[in-house]
């Protein structure tokens, strides 16, 4: 792999949504795969609700393979995406 051009894939596993005090609790963790060990790749976090509306939730350093995380949504949010604006670097096709 070249190490000048990393270009992880993410996947997110393990998402729990914990109601809260009309807030959502979202714990998970953040896989990069496809990339060097050392890579730290600032991922955004955003969650949808039942409208289908995009909520950003906030940013995770993601470093290494596998990274957990911890974040505040609004209540009532349906699904947790990754990058979905594609703001991290891409691979030239």
Avoid: C, W
Avoid at 41 to 50: G, I, N
Wanted: charged share 25%; proline share 6%; aromatic share 4%.
């Amino acid at each position: 792999m070249d190490r000048r051009h990393s270009h992880p894939k993410l996947e997110a596993r393990d998402i729990r949504l914990a109601d809260k005090s009309g807030t959502t609790i979202v714990t998970g963790t953040i896989v990069q795969k496809d990339a060097p060990d050392d890579l730290v790749t600032a991922v955004p976090v955003y969650a949808t609700t039942a409208g289908n509306t995009l909520v950003f939730l906030g940013e995770v350093l993601a470093d290494g393979h596998e990274t957990a995380f911890h974040l505040t949504a609004p209540a009532a949010v349906r699904k947790i995406v990754l990058d979905p604006k594609q703001t991290i670097l891409t691979a030239p096709k």
